[in-house]
């Protein structure tokens, strides 16, 4: 795996054409680890001239900021910033829709303005220009896919279709939850429930939604947020179908069809 | 007899205007205990805000039913009020149905085009009053839907239904009288609906005749006035407030948090990155305990709301059973801003009254389940954002109190010392590329 650091690439006197914002989780948590790996074999894979900023990346933010706490929000954020700009960054893609809400919506008035984009609009334009040429294994031919829509992604940045045109290019049989797209029920982890208990309550958020899409009679549930992830994993382990049921990131179904 | 009608009439409108004007004062007052917050850019989306969701109800139509029934009795209000215009003249200058000597045929056509509006508010009405209490619809009936709630939804179905009927009586009895004294009462041909109340109204004598349309036509012209003076303290004002709204409401993408300026120049300070800034002359919290916390177009907000409960019937902690109901995230920001608005009237202690609206009517425990999601923000017909109210209030809490839940300062120590939400070393971060 070929995943240079942008101080690898400046030392060359190179610069990257887009940076990959690998996020907290993407570099922290074991399951969004396999994710960042499955995006690299892709970037890899299209010959994409990334790079990343390694030990030199830090939170966005944004956990921080949705907890109520700004002022550690904007620490983060103007550091981060420093060092994006030191590095005279352009453009970023990043596997976690909150980290490219808060790139991409909030850094811009505390003087970081990048062009942002999440990695469900950058697969599906890989796949649009014919960069990612999917091998005729055809695991998915016919088998029912449903896709949870990240409140980050869609509510949020109105991209609801990028990560549906991403599945479609896998020939399988996209089966919609009833509560999708503009009504897409949230997996529970946003505004930073991921980093503490739920409130008193009769039920936990995702367990509610592991149902929905379990309902669906889906072998795949697809997500595009390791907070997603995480959640609908939990789910799907507390109903007992993890053996029949997988949930897999976007770029984790790329990979597995890319030789 | 003639001209003491007209007196009276100029009278009850004058105390009419008079109430209304007391109460938008107020309402405006209210309004102006929050925060300055210039909102004068992007005018063009802004007006096509306006015009698609406020005035095209296109939101409303997410929940097709529900939109249809309500566009029966929007178009109604809307159309209807330009009778309320002839009203007004006949009742100032003494005539009877003014414009029907210069329409012709079509004041005749207009009558009937009205009539059948106010069938259809009928029927839409009766058809919200049984959803309300027969079918019970569960967002009419969860808990912050409490007897006054429930009472003032269902006094202005029942109020537009007796004005409607009024209508419908008094153009009835005025086709009677149409025959029996033609050079006072002008035709208007016959009406479609109100037509088949006349055999109702034929066995009456004149004088009663007279009595019964005269009767409607206060009726009817009170029962509008009244009844605007009413919706300035009911939700319903959602009739004005909703093109207010829609007008301010947030435009940047709905992720998108507003920055706190305050906080950029401390912190820009601190990373040596500008000089420190002046002490401000009046330090103002950080986040919002009470609504002059909050900025204006927040309050505004707050009386735009009708109580559909969208929002509610959308967010994933209220429907997983939590306290938190972003609806009454609103409804408690209104109470509260009257509250203050009485005390203030009354020369009370108004915003010093001991209460604040973090405590004394919004818990902690129903801003702590807000995942965020922006569920509520997009369910909203009128452009409401309780997203931004909860995370004032978290503001408060986390920056003023320094309470947030444990696990949060937790994730905050985190993020100071490790620079991630969880605690790992920050060396380690790059370590996902040594596997393979």
């Known amino acids: 795996m070929n995943a240079p650091t942008v101080a690898e690439l400046k030392a060359k006197g190179e610069d990257p054409e887009v940076l990959f914002w690998v996020g907290c989780a993407g570099s922290f948590d074991d399951r969004a680890k396999r994710v960042t790996r499955a995006f690299v074999k892709i970037l890899n894979a299209t010959q994409t001239k990334f790079a990343v900023l390694g030990t030199e990346e830090s939170c966005t933010g944004d956990p921080a900021r949705r907890a109520g706490n700004e002022f550690l929000f904007q620490m983060q954020a103007m550091s981060n910033i420093q060092v994006l700009n030191g590095y005279g960054i352009k453009k970023i893609v990043t596997t976690c829709p909150h980290c490219f809400n808060t790139l991409k919506n909030e850094y811009p008035e505390l003087g970081g303005a990048y062009e942002v984009i999440h990695h469900a609009t ?36 109105n991209i609801y279709e990028a990560p549906r045109e991403v599945l479609q290019a896998l020939d399988a049989d996209l089966v919609e939850m009833k509560r999708c797209r503009t009504t897409g029920l949230c997996c529970g982890a946003g505004g930073a429930q991921m980093f503490k208990e739920p409130e008193k ?47 897999k990131d976007l770029a984790e179904l790329i990979a597995e069809r890319i030789s | ?142 808990s912050e839907m409490t007897a006054w709630p429930r009472l003032d939804a269902n006094l202005i179905l029942s109020i537009e239904i007796i004005l409607m009927i009024a209508i419908l009586t008094m153009n009835g009895s005025d086709q009677v009288l149409q025959t029996r004294i033609p050079e006072h009462y002008l035709s208007t041909g016959t009406l479609f609906f109100s037509s088949h109340l006349t055999s109702l109204f034929q066995h009456l004598n004149t004088s009663t005749l007279v009595i019964l349309e005269r009767f409607c036509w206060w009726f009817h012209i009170i029962g509008i006035l009244g009844f605007t003076i009413y919706v300035t303290y009911s939700k319903h004002l959602h009739i004005f407030m909703a093109f207010l709204n829609t007008y301010y409401a947030k435009l940047e993408a709905k992720g998108h948090i507003n ?41 505004l907000a707050a009386y735009s709301c009708t109580e559909c409960g969208r929002c509610t019937s959308e967010c994933p902690a209220n429907l997983t059973g939590k306290k938190l109901s972003p609806r009454k995230i609103m409804m408690d920001t209104r ?93 380690d971060r790059f370590n996902w590329a040594k596997q393979d």
């Open chain 2, 1 to 142: 007899m003639a001209a003491l009608q007209q007196a009276l009439f100029i009278l009850t409108l004058g105390l009419a205007g008079f109430f209304i004007r007391q109460r938008v004062l107020r309402i405006r007052s209210n309004i102006g205990l929050g925060k300055e917050k210039k909102i004068t850019d992007r005018k063009n989306e802004r007006i096509k805000n306006m015009l698609l969701v406020a005035f095209g109800q296109k939101k409303m139509f997410k929940r097709p039913l529900p939109a249809v029934l309500h566009l029966l009795i929007y178009v109604g209000f809307l159309v209807i009020n330009l009778e309320v215009l002839e009203f007004v003249i006949d009742g100032v200058f003494g005539t009877h149905r003014f414009f029907a000597p210069y329409l012709g045929s079509l004041y005749h056509l207009a009558m009937n085009f009205f009539e059948f509006l106010a069938v259809g508010v009928l029927i839409a009405c009766f058809a919200f009053l049984i959803r309300r209490n027969i079918l019970r619809i569960h967002r009419f009936w969860s």
């Open chain 1, 122 to 157: 950058f697969l599906q334009q890989l796949i649009n220009e014919g960069k990612i040429k999917l091998n005729g294994g055809g695991s998915f031919k016919g088998k029912k896919i449903t896709y949870h829509d990240s409140c980050y992604l869609g509510r949020a940045n």
């Open chain 2, 259 to 299: 920055n706190m300026p305050v906080v950029t120049a401390e912190v820009k300070s601190m990373l040596g990155l500008a000089p420190a800034p002046a002490a401000p002359a009046e330090p103002g919290r950080f986040g919002a305990k009470d609504i002059n916390d909050l900025s204006w177009n927040n309050l």
């Open chain 2, 335 to 427: 109470d509260r801003m009257e509250d203050v608005g009485r005390s203030i009237e009354k020369a009370g202690p108004g915003l010093s009254d001991g209460k604040f609206l973090l405590g004394d009517y919004i818990s902690k425990e129903e801003i702590n389940a807000c995942t965020s999601c922006n569920a509520c923000v997009e369910a909203c017909p009128v452009m409401i954002n309780p997203l931004e109210i909860i995370l004032e209030l978290r503001r408060y809490v986390a920056m003023e109190e320094s309470g947030s839940p444990a696990a949060w300062n937790s994730m905050y120590q985190n993020i100071e010392t490790s620079f991630a939400p969880w605690k790992f070393s920050p060396s």
């Open chain 1, 201 to 247: 309550g009769k039920k936990d958020i995702n367990i509610e939604r592991a149902e929905e899409a379990l309902g669906t009679g889906a072998a795949t549930i697809a997500v595009a947020c390791p907070f997603c992830m995480t959640m609908m994993t939990d789910g799907v382990k507390n109903k007992e179908k993890e053996a029949e049921v997988s949930v």
